[in-house]
């Protein structure tokens, strides 16, 4: 059965971009929390971020859901033999809500289970 052709969008009128163009990309991934404290986090991600890196994120405890600005520290790979497509990323946030800090100092253990988004 023949595939019908989409519209060319070639065909349409075209900028030559010469140098580089600045754009933005954003992507959403749920990040698994390995320890949490009031300066940041360790998460584990299936990807790595650019060290250095400001991002917005958003948090997610069981009292709610928290935006964070949030700057990439570190990243190595994980040490998990079998999870050679994962990476450790510390996490510094960055002019975090005293509301927050307050919820995070309370959690029992800072363990993974809370997540942030990414």
């Known amino acids: ?11 349409g009128t075209r900028f030559e971009i010469v140098g580089r163009l ?3 990309v954003e992507t959403v991934g749920v990040l698994r929390v390995k320890n949490i404290a009031e300066g940041g986090a360790l998460v584990e991600a299936p990807w790595p971020l650019p060290a250095n890196s400001q991002l ?8 709610g859901t928290f935006n964070v600005q949030v700057e990439v520290c570190h990243v190595t790979a994980a040490p998990h033999a079998s999870a050679a497509d994962r990476y450790s ?5 960055l002019e975090l809500d005293g509301r927050i800090r307050t919820l995070i100092e309370e959690l029992p253990g800072r363990r993974s289970s809370d997540a942030i988004d990414g």
Do not use: K, N, Y
Request: no cysteine.
């Open 1 to 11: 059965m023949p595939r019908e052709r989409v519209h060319d969008r070639r065909a």
């Open 22 to 24: 600045p754009g933005t």
């Open 89 to 93: 990323i510390g996490f510094h946030f």
């Open 56 to 63: 917005s994120a958003r948090l997610g405890l069981s009292s």
